[in-house]
């Protein structure tokens, strides 16, 4: 294997895999992606990413059509034209527990195990619980054919959606678990390209490395459920949480990002990775951390509930047969992602208390119709606002933040307003004719 210029196959190419194999494209290798749905890779294959993520079409159309960049269902031939494999597929929750699902990540390290034709690093970049690469070792030792070695290192992504391409191709840290000094140099020629720019490289053990991409997440988390329970208490003493986090950010051992009030975090990584950890931590006997998250949790998810009080408490008790326009259905904005979403979840609990929801987002109507189909969706802002006795500001998308209160007024049924993002000024609203509500602000 050549240490200079070694040729990449990504396994998996959903959020993570896809914009991987476009950045090691980007970097100058040889990419193959392998994905088991034909009809991802016809699309990613056309140029096409099936999801938004802002910067990426034009990053995977440019190396699709340079020839660097390729992909296939075909994982034997990938692997065999290979020489680094990295592991993209989803851990996501198991149906009955808490745990992580890591029959895919299995499935994909067996699959290029079994396939390697000559010597090959496989890479762990799916997130997992502590202690899954140790066991699969075990699982490649038994698979790979006689005369071939295969190494497996841990080496973790931080991307975040909707900053993807910007977050690969630049990176904060660099985090390498399990590497002989072979797999390092290899890795290290990988990353040649941030690596020049000065982003740090650590290197260190398998369980270490795994850990550090669920600690980070943990700590996130921690961050918005520790800031959402300051709201309460800002809440029940007049205070104005919004304030309090400018504040707390000007410290910097505390810093401002990741201290917005709200409704919480969801998206496919947050929430699963910190039930993921919970479930490991007390496996391992570290009740300190699995409680601690356990209430992390647990003050998140009853951000939901308080947001649907509130909206009660609007609508006078009870919002059936009530019109309520709901901004938002992505986890976040710059995304169409709605895997646990807190502003679905919060659509869909009012739906089934009887309130006419109607939903509108800039760009995840079409995944939120998919697995809501029975709320209603707006094709535009207005007709989400036009009739409602409450509107709920869910994702803080720039065109909510930067829409005209006094224009939505007009056509609102009552000028009922539920900020749960705290992303709008509730003075400007309120002179417009609002009644806000948020968490944690006085109004
Ligand atoms: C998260 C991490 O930020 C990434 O570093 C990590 O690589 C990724 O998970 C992953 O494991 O793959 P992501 O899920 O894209 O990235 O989203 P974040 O930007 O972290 O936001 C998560 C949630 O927290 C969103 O629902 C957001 O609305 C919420 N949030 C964020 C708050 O409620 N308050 C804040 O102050 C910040």
Redesign the pocket.
């Known amino acids: 294997m050549s240490s200079t210029r070694p040729r990449i196959n990504v396994v998996g190419t959903g959020y ?1 895999g896809a914009t991987h194999a476009a950045a090691m494209a980007e970097m100058g290798f040889e990419v193959i992606g392998v994905d088991s749905d034909p009809a991802k890779v016809a699309a990613l294959s056309r140029g096409e990413v099936p999801f938004f993520e802002p910067g990426l079409p034009e990053l995977l159309r440019r190396h699709v059509e340079s020839g660097r960049l390729r992909f296939t269902t075909d994982l034997a031939e990938a692997t065999a034209l290979s020489d680094v494999h990295f592991i993209c597929v989803g851990t996501p929750q198991q149906v009955a527990s808490f745990a992580a699902n890591l029959s895919y990540v299995e499935e994909a390290t067996a699959g290029v195990a079994r396939n390697l034709t000559h010597d090959g690093i496989i890479v762990g970049k799916s ?1 997992v619980p502590v202690g899954t690469g140790e066991r699969l070792r075990s699982l490649i030792a038994g698979l790979v054919p006689d005369g071939v070695d295969a190494e497996l290192v841990w080496n973790p ?6 900053k993807a391409v910007e977050d690969t191709l630049r990176p904060d840290r660099i985090v390498v678990g399990g590497t002989s000094d072979r797999s390092e140099a290899v890795l290290r020629a990988v990353y040649a390209a941030p690596l020049a720019t000065g982003t740090p490289m650590i290197v260190c053990d398998l369980p270490t490395a795994e850990l550090v ?1 669920v600690s ?2 943990a700590f ?1 988390a921690t ?2 459920s520790f ?1 959402n329970a300051i709201a309460e208490v800002c809440e029940a003493a007049g205070a104005n949480v919004s304030v309090l986090a400018d504040a707390l950010g000007h410290d910097a051992r505390i810093g401002r ?14 929430p699963k ?1 910190i039930r993921a950890l919970m479930y490991r931590a007390s496996e391992l006997g570290a009740f300190s951390a699995s409680s601690l998250l356990q209430q992390v949790d647990e003050i998140n998810m009853g951000q939901r509930q308080r947001i649907i009080d509130m909206t009660l408490d609007a609508c006078g008790g009870s919002v059936l047969n009530r019109r309520i326009g709901v901004l938002g259905a992505a ?2 904005p710059d ?1 169409d992602d709605v895997r646990d979403s ?1 502003a679905l979840n919060v659509a869909a609990a009012l739906h089934l208390r009887g309130a006419q929801v109607v939903v509108y987002d800039p760009e995840a109507s079409e995944t939120a119709r998919r697995m809501y189909p029975t709320l209603s969706y707006a094709s535009e802002l207005d007709d989400a606002v036009a009739g409602s006795d409450a509107l709920l500001v869910l994702t803080e998308w720039p065109e909510f933040v930067d829409a005209d209160p006094a224009r939505l007024a007009a056509i609102a049924g009552v000028p009922s307003l539920i900020d749960g ?1 705290n992303c709008l000024d509730p003075a400007i609203w309120a002179e417009a004719g609002w009644q806000v509500r948020s968490l944690g602000r006085p109004t």
Do not use: S, Y
């Not at 992504?157 to 909707?162: I, N, P, Q």
């Not at 990002?257 to 947050?270: S, V």
């Open positions: 993570l997130t992504e931080f991307l975040r959606e909707g991409k980070a997440n996130l961050k918005i800031i990002q990741f201290l917005n009030a709200g409704l919480g975090f969801g998206g496919g990584c947050l990775d986890f976040k995304t807190p993002r």
